[in-house]
């Protein structure tokens, strides 16, 4: 293990939007900042970042480059590479890397954000993030106008529909594995022109890189442009083992969507000295706001590290 003797106030793990919008306001705040980061952001397959005001549809890649910049123009460094465990120590935290390095740290902000659980259908991760979509706020106007398919896992798929049928009007729900609709429900997906189709999915086509329908068990194949689905996510944060933080199950309308890390709100964790931020605390966070989340946590961050100074200073007068 190779262990670099400087010791930080802060360690930020996860270098995308959470992560570098809680290293610029701590930098700026004069804090020592390093931000480990293993350059696997859940967005990297999307073409654009949407719904970023001023930065509308420009590649994620480019956001997270300026924000570097930006964080290492007030003295915050960086680090390449994957956090696997983090250990308390009597002042501080460790965290140590997959190739054995290591680094100390007063506080931890863990922004690593979340994976994305495909349904297993043949031919959606082919597509993943170009016509293959989950989120109609993020890539709803790309497919705007186009013959769009959603395939349902769970009764979420109801609402996911309709914010669909908003962006066009010609609209299918593939029930697959999804409970059927409420008497009510069918009546509104009839009434805004939503056809359904029953039965489960067995693949989804794809010709000359594109989709171009969804094929049903025996056979039948519907025409399609893009297709919705609902994944299942999972937070990416099991290096917090060691310090006794676990993941907890996230439910939206009585539906289980997936894992996060519980925080407040100032984004402070069951653990002291431990805070987190965006997707891997909260799944439904847009860039954005998962930037304005690191934000918000690392003003926590800061007064708590100014309690502590102040704690010492004391102590240290008075002796």
Not at 33 to 53: E, M, Q, S
Not at 93 to 122: C, I, N
Not at 246 to 271: C, I, K
């Amino acid at each position: 293990m190779t262990s670099r003797t400087q010791k930080y106030d802060v360690i930020v793990i996860g270098g995308g939007a959470a992560g570098l919008g809680g290293a610029l306001a701590l930098t700026r705040f004069r804090r020592s900042v390093l931000v480990i980061d293993d350059g696997t952001p859940r967005n990297a397959v999307a073409d654009g970042v949407h719904n970023y005001l001023t930065r509308d549809g420009v590649p994620p890649a480019e956001i997270y480059a300026i924000g570097r910049q930006e964080v290492q123009g007030y003295g915050g460094e960086f680090a390449d590479g994957t956090v696997t465990t983090a250990r308390r120590t009597d002042d501080g935290f460790v965290v140590e890397l997959a190739d054995g390095t290591s680094y100390q740290g007063r506080r931890l902000l863990v922004t690593t954000g979340l994976a994305d659980v495909l349904p297993d259908v043949p031919g959606l991760a082919e597509r993943w993030g170009k016509d293959v979509v989950h989120c109609p706020y993020c890539h709803g106007w790309e497919v705007r106008d186009q013959a769009i398919g959603v395939l349902a896992t769970s009764s979420m798929a109801i609402h996911q529909v309709q914010l669909f049928r908003q962006l066009s009007d010609d609209v299918t729900l593939f029930l697959h594995t999804a409970p059927d609709p409420t008497e009510e429900q069918w009546e509104e997906l009839a009434a805004r022109g939503i056809a359904v189709v029953q039965g489960k999915v067995e693949q989804v086509e794809v010709a000359d890189g594109k989709i171009t329908g969804v094929r049903l068990e025996g056979g039948r194949v519907i025409p399609r442009q893009a297709l919705a689905i609902q994944t299942t996510v999972r937070a990416r944060a099991g290096f917090l083992a060691d310090l006794g933080l676990e993941t907890t199950m996230v439910e939206a309308n009585g539906v289980e969507v997936g894992t996060a890390v519980q925080v407040d709100a100032r984004g402070a964790t069951q653990v002291p000295g431990v805070f987190a931020a965006g997707n891997v605390s909260s799944p439904m966070a847009q860039v954005m706001s998962s930037a304005a989340a690191g934000l918000m946590a690392a003003g926590g961050i800061n007064f708590d590290l100014i309690n502590e100074d102040t704690r010492q200073a004391v102590a240290a007068r008075s002796s």
